[in-house]
């Protein structure tokens, strides 16, 4: 899944992460550490949330679910990928 993901982002989204503007932060969730995420996000396995921020403060989120059910078809799970980073940045 995160090599999925970074795969779409190099492809589709290279000038955005030269530039800074998106990134991808991976997060270990068996880490007592990262609970945080777990409870904000619900998170109960490998997830995808796509995230905006506002000047460092975390605003709105999406959580991928269908991205789970996709895993084992990466051209599918690329596209679909690319198409709900797209659908977000829209609504920003």
Do not use: H, P
């Not at 270990?28 to 997830?47: A, G, P, V």
């Not at 990466?74 to 596209?79: L, T, V």
């Amino acid at each position: 899944m995160e090599a999925y993901i970074k795969e779409c982002l190099e492809t589709y989204f290279s000038q955005e992460l030269a530039e800074g503007t998106i990134k991808l932060e991976v997060i270990n969730i068996d880490y007592r550490e990262n609970q945080d995420y777990i409870d904000k996000y619900f998170i109960m396995y490998n997830s995808v949330i796509l995230q905006n921020f506002d000047d460092r403060e975390a605003t709105d989120w999406k959580y991928l679910d269908e991205a789970w059910n996709l895993v084992n078809n990466k051209k599918e799970f690329i596209e679909f990928t690319r198409e709900e980073i797209e659908q977000f940045k829209a609504v920003k």
